[in-house]
T-cell receptor, first 116, second 112 residues
Framework: NAGVTQTPKFQVLKTGQSMTLQCAQD?????MSWYRQDPGMGLRLIHY???????DQGEVPNGYNVSRSTTEDFPLRLLSAAPSQTSVYFC???????????????FGPGTRLTVL | GENVEQHPSTLSVQEGDSAVIKCTYS??????FPWYKQELGKGPQLIID?????GEKKDQRIAVTLNKTAKHFSLHITETQPEDSAVYFC???????????FGRGTSLIVHP
């Protein structure tokens, strides 16, 4: 298994440009999330999904859109990039056991985004 | 949402010393407490976790303790090595919620 993959690894955008950060997992996990990581701020949740066709907002959703048309893919769209969106973005997936217990998250390697 | 306070933000130790990172929380419904290690340029990776029905769990040089009464849990690393240098995040989750809450991280530096 490749686990959680993210593309691109690095991206530079100009203010106002749009782009999509790709995330895919091959573990058949039902839960997927997007986080941003800024110095001293830890990991902040942007959007999450509990299954295909279901998404919800996290702590910092403004300026970002998501969709989940398949179990495997969970792209994050920046509609009009702003310098405040300069950050490292992580995608994560998780699963529940047959008992219903929700388990740990598996993180991708991250995308480092700079908005000029 | 639930808050989790993580301390210290930076921890510097000599190789072979022990390191302890502590997290405190307020929601008594929290029942899952994982710890993640993030090496430079990589995503966080689970190193150990504990559930609310257990007070302590060990895995070689790493241990996690949970005090539900006082609402805190700690990561203990013994005989530290330079490769333990990384950022460590505590996290917790409540009830059936999928959404975990993360601490702000501790940068551990192990000097050879």
């Amino acid at each position: 298994n490749a686990g959680v993959t993210q593309t691109p690894k690095f991206q530079v955008l100009k203010t106002g440009q749009s782009m999509t950060l790709q995330c895919a997992q091959d573990m058949n996990h039902e839960y997927m999330s997007w986080y941003r990581q800024d110095p001293g701020m830890g990991l902040r949740l942007i959007h999450y999904s509990v299954g295909a066709g279901i998404t919800d907002q996290g702590e910092v959703p403004n300026g970002y859109n998501v969709s989940r048309s398949t179990t495997e893919d969970f792209p994050l769209r920046l509609l009009s990039a702003a310098p405040s969106q300069t950050s490292v973005y992580f995608c994560a997936s998780s699963y529940s056991s047959s008992s219903g217990r929700i388990n740990e998250q598996f993180f991708g390697p991250g995308t480092r985004l700079t908005v000029l | 949402g639930e808050n989790v306070e993580q301390h210290p933000s930076t921890l510097s130790v000599q190789e072979g010393d022990s390191a302890v990172i502590k997290c405190t929380y307020s929601d008594s419904a929290s029942n899952y407490f994982p710890w993640y290690k993030q090496e430079l340029g990589k995503g966080p990776q689970l190193i150990i976790d504990i559930r609310s029905n257990v007070g302590e769990k060990k895995d070689q040089r790493i241990a996690v303790t949970l005090n539900k009464t006082a609402k805190h849990f700690s990561l203990h690393i013994t005989e530290t090595q330079p490769e333990d240098s990384a950022v460590y995040f505590c996290a917790l989750r409540s009830g059936g919620s999928y959404i975990p809450t993360f601490g702000r991280g501790t940068s551990l530096i192990v000097h050879p």
